[in-house]
Nanobody
Framework: QEQLVESGGGLVQPGGSLRLSCAVS????????ISWFRQAPGKERDFVAA????????NYADSVKGRFTISRDNAKTTVYLQMNSLKPEDTAVYYC??????????????????WGQGTQVTVPS
């Protein structure tokens, strides 16, 4: 069964850091681009970052550029999101998702084959 399982979320003070992990099982990670999305209460699910199948191409939302870094270790079947300089507006449930177009992934939450269950990140104001 295909699964993505996020972990690493939690409560962190403004300016702090967290590293989210997305562990993949049941399918071959190399064949997919991976994205992170986030959703705050009452808001739409927004794109955060994406990485192509090899890790050689990344894309970031303007709101996180320079603060977040996406990476992947296909041998460990895990994708990471390093989040630094966290702000209260980063508070959301963070989801990873796998897209079958290996070269890149859309910034809209459409066409993704698999989604994780999400992990909560809270940055108090």
């Amino acid at each position: 069964q295909e699964q993505l399982v996020e972990s690493g979320g939690g409560l962190v003070q403004p300016g702090g850091s967290l590293r989210l992990s997305c562990a993949v099982s049941g399918f071959t990670l190399d064949y997919y681009a991976i994205s992170w999305f986030r959703q705050a209460p009452g808001k739409e699910r927004d794109f955060v970052a994406a990485i192509n199948w090899s890790g050689g191409r990344t894309n970031y939302a303007d709101s996180v550029k320079g603060r977040f870094t996406i990476s992947r270790d296909n041998a460990k079947t895990t994708v990471y999101l390093q989040m630094n300089s966290l702000k209260p507006e980063d508070t959301a449930v963070y989801y990873c998702a796998a897209h079958p177009y290996r070269a890149t992934a859309p910034t809209a939450p459409l066409g993704y084959a698999y989604w994780g269950q999400g992990t909560q990140v809270t940055v108090p104001s």
